[in-house]
């Protein structure tokens, strides 16, 4: 027996996206992956425009992953991330659907919208790693351990969330302050033994409550005094 659907050029991309969802139910893409083909579908110049700004030198430099991370598109993901939180207008009480399905909207959203600046975008995202991968290189996203006085272990998303919104919130005083590197390093140091931050942080939070709260503190954190 075989079940088909049929699809038609003209046929709403919601749809087409929604059939897309059901009969990858059974296979093992990633939710990038996944978000890609809808990229793909809805807007093939802004998936190019994310594979590309996912190569930005300052960017590959800080954000170690591993080699399956990269194949499932995790790089590309953490990219519109990026954007998705300098742009969080929300409160720190939780997100209003689950994570990944949070994602997904608010990429659809800029996706389909023709007044979204790219090239603004750009600047910002080159601006933000620049500082970040000068100043600390691929140890920026992992856990400072302070007895033993250096960086350990792998990336750390809570890190990523809450350093790259804070630097890009205040980007215009970090790149004039007097030697930004070794002062990011600092706050970088100092975030790791911030309640705030430990709190919102571990295995218990979810990413639904996790995001918010650690965007808010991003941003107060990496606030240049």
Not at 11 to 20: E, G, I, N, Q
Not at 62 to 80: M, N, P, Y
Not at 108 to 130: H, I, N, Q
Not at 180 to 199: C, Q
Request: hydrophobic share 35%; aromatic share 12%.
């Amino acid at each position: 027996k075989l079940d088909f659907r049929i699809v038609k050029k003209e046929s709403d991309r919601d749809a087409k996206y929604d059939l897309f969802q059901r009969l990858n139910s059974g296979t093992e893409l990633s939710p990038q992956e996944a978000r890609n083909c809808l990229l793909v579908m809805i807007n093939s110049s802004f998936f190019e425009w994310n594979v590309q700004i996912s190569k930005d030198p300052g960017f590959e430099e800080s954000v170690s992953i591993s080699d399956r991370k990269e194949d499932e598109g995790f790089r590309q993901e953490l990219a519109l991330r990026f954007f998705m939180q300098a742009e969080f207008s929300g409160t720190e009480t939780e997100l209003p659907k689950e994570l990944g399905e949070y994602i997904t909207s608010c990429v659809r959203g800029v996706a389909e919208d023709p007044t979204y600046d790219l090239e603004e975008r750009s600047s910002l995202f080159k601006r933000v790693f620049a500082i970040i991968g000068d100043a600390a290189g691929d140890n920026a996203f992992r856990r400072w351990d302070a007895t033993k006085g250096r960086f350990l272990g792998a990336f750390s998303i809570s890190a990523f969330e809450t350093i790259t919104t804070g630097v890009a919130n205040d980007i215009d005083a970090w790149e004039n302050a007097p030697d930004a590197s070794s002062l990011l390093v600092d706050y970088i140091k100092s975030m790791w033994d911030s309640e705030r931050f430990r709190s919102n942080s571990g295995t218990g939070m979810s990413p639904r409550r996790r995001l918010p709260r650690l965007i808010h503190a991003g941003r107060s954190h990496f606030k240049v005094s």
